[in-house]
């Protein structure tokens, strides 16, 4: 009977310390990371960030585990262009929590600092940036550079929150349909217009050509115009009844009493 109770007792025994061994223990995860709050130890360990794997705690303490790894948020809110005019935005922010300050970040922000911290820092440098350009701006040329500006300002507001901010990217811009089609219509009518502006410049170059190539040859006829004197042309003259004469082919060849150029009769 004795020998009962003592089984009984150490397997009770034993289940109790399996029981805390359990509650003592915490795995951390892959791309994972822990925070350490002592209960009657000062509160948040602010020294340590706790790594991936397996840790023994004492059982009146907690872990908070975060993770550590990129993470994505996506925003899609209206906001006003510098003319007033509303505008739907959709973005998308790639962020991490720091490793090494997660302990002030659970500290300061808590395990919500998604709402609390990211999103509002998103939401106001995207007001911030659009509230610059105008509709037309926003549609056509600059969308680059204001998803580079909403990065560069939400990295700042970011920057002491124990948040790194990795990037951000302009999913996409929704005009109101009238807005947008006004905007289309005037890019179509200035591009119009500068195919016209090419169309004349090109016209115009061309003419400049051709003027430049009859003066030329204008010039050159004058030229050949005053070196042609009598004394020349008889001289070609002779030099052609000459080349012609030594021709096999049957001809009567006439030399003019006065000009003295050949006049061909028959072959």
Request: no cysteine.
């Given at each position: 009977m004795r020998r009962l109770i003592l089984l009984i007792v150490g397997g009770f025994a034993g289940l109790m310390l399996?029981?805390?061994?359990?509650?003592?223990?915490?795995?951390?995860?892959?791309?994972?990371?822990?925070?350490?709050?002592?209960?009657?130890?000062?509160?948040i360990d602010t020294e340590q960030t706790y790594g991936e794997g397996f840790h023994i705690i004492a059982p009146w303490n907690d872990m908070y585990v975060y993770e550590v790894r990129q993470q994505e948020v996506k925003e899609q809110m209206n906001v006003l262009s510098s003319n007033?005019?509303?505008?739907?935005?959709?973005?998308?922010g790639w962020f991490q929590p720091e490793y090494a300050k997660l302990p002030m970040l659970h500290r300061e922000k808590g395990t919500d600092y998604l709402n609390r911290v990211v999103?509002?820092?998103?939401?106001?440098?995207?007001?911030?940036v659009i509230g610059r350009y105008t509709p037309e701006e926003i549609y056509s040329s600059k969308r680059d550079a204001i998803q580079d500006e909403i990065f560069a300002e939400t990295k700042e507001i970011l920057q002491d929150q124990y948040v790194q901010l990795n990037e951000i990217l302009v999913r996409d811009i929704t005009l109101p349909s009238t807005l947008k089609a006004a905007i289309e219509n005037k890019l179509k009518q200035e591009q119009e217009a500068l195919e016209y502006e090419y169309r004349l410049t090109k016209a115009s170059r061309e003419a400049e050509r051709q003027r430049i190539d009859a003066e030329g040859k204008?010039?050159?006829?004058r030229i050949l115009s005053a070196s042609l004197t009598d004394k020349v042309l008889q001289e070609k003259g002779i030099q052609a009844t000459l080349e012609l004469a030594k021709s096999d082919n049957t001809k009567v060849i006439v030399i003019g009493d006065k000009s003295g150029m050949p006049l061909i009769l028959g072959q």
């Open positions: 399996l029981i805390a061994l359990f509650n003592m223990s915490v795995t951390i995860g892959g791309g994972e990371a822990g925070v350490l709050f002592r209960t009657f130890g000062g509160g007033g005019l509303e505008i739907q935005v959709e973005l998308s999103r509002p820092a998103a939401r106001s440098a995207t007001r911030s204008a010039a050159a006829n």
